[in-house]
């Protein structure tokens, strides 16, 4: 699963050569064990489960597949109706301990890539943890719960209330079936569940920075407890199996930031060799030795900005081909099929001509964006959204979001911050004071935590303090949207007075030398599996049909002199949803050559 590299008689796993399984790929270790696959599982209705002992015993109504939703078929369960609580356990056998790694004087992680929405956890029937957010991992240190003998029990309880519009929520249906661009909910386990064995100080989080045109890589190491006595740091970065710099050094707390010289890039003629892009996603090896602990990470070498109305990768302008991608899959829901199926969907993605894919109202998978990085996808991180506005919907929007930007931060592939889109849970942002302050703050506080990324304030219009003038328009006629779209003074009329969707495109912030994009257009259904309710922004009655008028807006929205990039609306059919470029099950609506030809704008005729 992870191939070893031998380096001085120490042994650590290549992150860049993981098969795309490991649950964190920015952080792995050779010792775990996947406790995904088949557990116990009920719904509560009536909330009767804690006073039932059931953190005790655990739950025997039935069986599910862990982390498929209990909402999809897949789980094996597949009951879509509106349930506020439900029961996990299942066992977890000498073996397990044995396969994480696990030894006297050690600590026992177990780890949860996503629970929906708020869970508590028990181990052999005592509280281990809780945990509040549905798309964000948390770990748990369960070695001092840990009973005598062989098995031991663990019990999660989850808490999903369909009705709670300030979850956020994102595409999930706060009605009984989907509509529209509304899907069926994903409650409970979603994301893998995993344990690890550790020592007792062992690294929590490991963060990079990299600046090219300094010659530097900076790691940025958080440790489970501040050491007794300082303890040895040794960092060595390799590309290629090309060792490229190293630092080693002492650290006496629980976080640290440490710079790795590169002097490679210091050679202006050949420092782009060693340089992160979509056509060259060349990933840099890290091996991080933290006294007793051994950790395997993997960055990626770029710089992206905007100026001049351009967006920039590594300095040079770059042209964004990109498409909206709601990470669903018609029998697992938000969660996907596999690990293969991640790398799937990026390696699809470019087959079909994009640079770039906008994940829309979703937080995806860690191994989805392992698959960026390692195949070179531009990747726009966007947030789930609350359907209301009031204090918990800010102060559970806030923390989810800062704690997948710290999540996600390393990873190459993100080019783009994207906090809200179409003034979901700020619907009157244009008007209330209150929400522009919101959708501002969740500028600055991206910026403060990563401040070398573009951040898209309120994605579609209505944007404040935006890096980027992003628009959403569903016109589909190709003369309109040419017309719209021709040069920067066509575009500023819009910016001066009312967007196409009928609102104001920038509330505040200078956006004079701001890149303008089509970040969401088209959304032409092609309903070729005859879905119920199908519904799309417009719609082709055949084929050629399809191609025509998709064709129309592509050459329309490549003759603009003044766009720096698109996304396209939409990848996929979604349940009644059938705007997608290819059908649910992933198999394009036209040849694949032509939709790549429209996308990169090589030909207009089929």
């Not at 804690?50 to 069986?63: L, N, S």
């Not at 696990?102 to 992680?109: N, T």
């Not at 994102?170 to 909910?185: S, T």
């Not at 779209?485 to 609102?503: E, F, K, L, N």
Request: net charge negative; hydrophobic share 40%; with cysteine.
């Amino acid at each position: 699963m992870l191939d070893a590299m031998i380096d001085d008689d120490r042994t650590a796993a290549r992150a860049s050569a993981q098969d795309g399984t490991y649950p964190r790929p920015q952080l792995i270790r050779d010792a775990w064990a996947d406790l995904c696959g088949t557990w116990s599982f009920a719904h509560d209705d009536d909330d009767r489960g804690t006073a039932a002992g059931w953190p005790v015993t655990g739950v025997t109504d039935r069986e599910i597949t862990v982390p498929f939703p209990p909402e999809s078929a897949a789980s094996g369960v597949g009951d879509t109706a509106p349930h506020r609580v439900s029961w996990y356990s299942r066992t977890i056998d000498r073996a397990a301990l044995q396969q994480a790694g696990h030894a006297e004087g050690r600590r026992m992680l177990l780890h949860f890539g996503a629970v929906d929405y708020r869970c508590r956890v028990w181990l052999d029937g005592q509280q281990v943890g809780a945990h509040e957010g549905g798309h964000t991992p948390f770990s748990l240190d369960v070695t001092d719960a840990l009973a005598d003998g062989d098995d031991h029990l663990v019990v999660v309880r989850v808490e999903d209330d369909p009705h709670d519009i300030a979850q956020p929520r994102g595409k999930q249906d706060w009605r009984e079936h989907p509509h529209v661009i509304w899907y069926h909910r994903t409650s409970g386990i979603w994301q893998p569940v995993w344990l690890e064995s550790v020592p007792a100080v062992h690294v929590t989080a490991l963060r990079w920075t990299t600046d090219p045109r300094g010659g530097t890589a900076t790691a940025h190491l958080e440790l489970s407890a501040v050491p007794a006595a300082p303890i040895d740091v040794d960092i060595r970065l390799s590309f290629d199996g090309r060792a490229l710099g190293s630092v080693r050094t002492t650290v006496t707390d629980d976080e640290s930031t440490l710079v790795v010289p590169l002097p490679e890039l210091l050679n202006g003629q050949a420092y782009e060799e060693l340089l992160w892009s979509p056509e060259h996603p060349r990933l840099v090896d890290a091996e991080v030795v933290v006294g007793d602990d051994r950790v395997g990470s993997y960055l990626g070498i770029r710089t992206a900005h905007v100026a001049r109305g351009r967006f920039f990768l590594n300095d040079r302008p770059y042209y964004v081909r990109s498409v909206l991608n709601q990470g669903y899959w018609p029998d697992s829901h938000l969660a996907a099929p596999s690990a293969q199926a991640l790398t799937d969907e990026v390696a699809l993605i470019k087959d079909l001509g994009f640079n770039a894919t906008r994940v829309h109202q979703k937080f995806e998978d860690p191994r989805f964006l392992f698959a960026a990085d390692k195949l070179g996808l531009l990747v726009w991180g966007e947030a789930p959204a609350t359907f209301t506005f009031s204090p918990a919907a800010i102060e559970r929007t806030t923390r989810e979001w800062l704690e997948v930007v710290r999540r996600d931060v390393s990873h190459p592939s993100i080019v783009t911050w994207v906090p809200l889109n179409e003034s979901w849970g700020v619907q009157h942002v244009a008007s209330d004071p209150r929400m522009q302050h919101f959708a501002r703050s969740l500028v600055s506080l991206t910026k403060a935590l990563d401040p070398t990324r573009p951040v898209v304030s309120n994605d579609g219009w209505e944007q404040v303090d935006t890096d980027i003038v992003a628009i959403h328009d569903y016109e589909w006629r190709p003369a309109v949207v040419r017309e719209r779209y021709r040069t920067r003074a066509d575009v500023q009329r819009m910016i001066d007075g009312v967007g196409p969707a009928g609102r104001l495109l920038v509330l505040s912030g200078d956006v004079t030398d701001a890149p303008v994009m089509l970040t969401e257009f088209g959304g032409i259904s092609f309903d070729v599996d005859a879905a119920e309710d199908a519904w799309g922004y417009s719609a082709a009655t055949s084929a050629d049909d399809f191609d025509e008028r998709l064709g129309g807006l592509m050459a329309a929205v490549h003759d603009s002199e003044t766009l720096a990039g698109f996304c396209y609306t939409q990848l996929t059919d979604t349940l009644q949803e059938t705007n997608g470029l290819v059908r649910a099950d992933r198999t394009p609506k036209l040849p694949l050559e032509r939709i790549r030809a429209m996308m990169t704008g090589t030909t207009a005729t089929p």
